[in-house]
């Protein structure tokens, strides 16, 4: 069974407390979402089914036909689809970016076949986008309808491969969490991906309940959402 740990400011971080992961970062994310979300009065039976995070052939880890997808999609009965692919800029990073003239050009010519049918939106998921303020100045200028942000990369350091992260497991964490405020006060986008995106290639993953409500309240006043939790 996956494990995290959680800092108990009762012993006065002091120590690593561990319990199941999930229940906890479920239990906090749940009871702080509930304390500043209400359905739209009137509107509690307004429901779509929509996938927002769907990486193609245009990202490293993907070998994705838009339409297809798009095919599968209405085959499985969603209203609405969301493709956005890496936009990553870390010097280890397999690429570097995409070519977003084509990745747009396939887009539109996928909301011409589905019209009627799907609603297709065209999105990104930038990578540390407080780190390269030069290029994602340029990406929101593009035509997207949502932009994701996310962490990858901990000082040049994909959590994904496990054998080359130089910090343990708290270090880790301790400078994922660092990044992900700063990306959280840059802002910009939408969405913010994997919250918790390290505990997929680890048996553990280790916050603490101030920082993580810290994080959450800064992404609520400007107004993100979270997937992938």
């Not at 994310?29 to 769907?54: I, K, N, Q, Y």
């Not at 990745?103 to 609603?119: N, S, T, V």
């Not at 270090?171 to 913010?192: L, N, P, S």
Request: net charge negative; glycine share 6%.
């Amino acid at each position: 069974q996956r494990q995290m740990c959680i800092r108990d400011s009762s012993i006065g971080g002091r120590g690593w407390e561990i319990r199941p992961w999930y229940g906890i970062l479920k239990d906090t994310l749940s009871s702080f979402c509930s304390a500043v979300w209400r359905a739209p009065s009137g509107r509690e039976d307004v429901f779509m089914r929509t996938d927002l995070h769907v990486h193609t052939h245009f990202s490293f880890d993907s070998q994705a036909d838009i339409q297809r997808a798009c095919r599968q999609a209405v085959q499985a009965g969603l209203t609405h689809i969301g493709f956005n692919d890496h936009f990553d800029l870390d010097p280890s990073s397999k690429e570097k970016g995409y070519d977003q003239s084509a990745f747009f050009d396939e887009i539109k010519a996928a909301q011409d076949a589905f019209a009627g049918r799907l609603r297709i939106l065209a999105g990104v998921e930038f990578s540390e986008p407080h780190l390269y303020p030069k290029e994602y100045e340029q990406t929101l200028s593009q035509p997207y309808d949502y932009v994701i942000g996310a962490v990858h990369y901990i000082d040049g350091m994909d959590p994904y491969f496990t054998e080359k992260m130089a910090y343990p497991l708290p270090k880790m964490y301790e400078r994922y969490w660092e990044e992900m405020e700063r990306m959280v006060e840059t802002g910009g986008f939408q969405i913010i991906a994997h919250l918790d995106y390290p505990k997929r290639y680890y048996n553990a993953c280790l916050f603490e309940d101030q920082t993580v409500l810290r994080i959450l309240q800064k992404a609520c006043d400007k107004g993100l959402s979270l997937i992938h939790i």
